[in-house]
């Protein structure tokens, strides 16, 4: 397997009032092409500010941080929005999804940034949602679907310009038991069929488990890590 991210020496501190407080501390971390991860630690102890930062939302104060061979922290603001929207799918634990917009809409907002036409975004919207299984809720609205639903329609969006990670901030964080486990089982899907790479803050301990790594974050720093056997199904 390949790496996919490079991480050396990473730093990220932010500044409040006088004082500047530092959220991580030399951070150094490989992620191979088709893993699951998971990052854990307590409120504080810097996991969302990571994620960020390799989703290409934040910048770090110095280090290396490479997407597939690709440099991101030299990059400008216009230069990273295309980036991310090229390379990165996106799950929120509130699935931040337009109540405006019917389901299939929601999901072809990250298309539109494309240069694809209308038929081949109706055909890539319609190929994730019968993947995540709502084909049958195209046309219904957030507020007409179950928080389990919301949550599959925001996964079927972070899939639909085939990211080459998927980026998740406590998925099943609002989600009632029978729904998370729906919710992860459908990620360990992704992961293991389409070989999708998939970084998860999580303050759950079975949603954890689902990853092949866990790393544990405590106050800005990398502590252990646990690694457990990858299937072989993934491509």
Known sequence: MSVIVEIA?????????DQVVSVLEDI???????EFVALMGPSGSGKSTLLNLIA???TPDSGKLEI??????????????RWRAEHVGFIFQFYNLMPVLSAFEN???????T?????????????????????????HYPSQLSGGQQQRVAIARALVS??????????????????????LDLMESLNERLNKTIIMVTHDHVAAQRAHVVRHLD????????ERPRPRGGA
């Open 9 to 17: 020496n990473l730093r990220k501190s932010y500044r409040r009032g």
């Open 28 to 34: 150094n971390l490989n992620l191979e092409r088709g």
């Open 56 to 58: 290409g939302i934040d």
């Open 68 to 81: 597939e061979g690709v440099d991101i922290t030299g990059m400008r603001e216009a230069q990273l929005a």
């Open 107 to 113: 999901i072809e907002l990250p298309l539109l940034l």
């Open 115 to 139: 240069r694809l036409t209308a038929r081949e975004r109706r055909e890539h919207v319609q190929l994730v949602l019968d993947l995540v299984g709502l084909a049958d809720r195209s046309d």
């Open 162 to 183: 085939d990211p080459t990670i998927i980026v998740a901030d406590e998925p099943t964080g609002d989600l009632d038991r029978v729904s998370a486990r729906e919710i």
């Open 219 to 226: 106050k800005g720093v990398l502590t252990e890590q646990i």
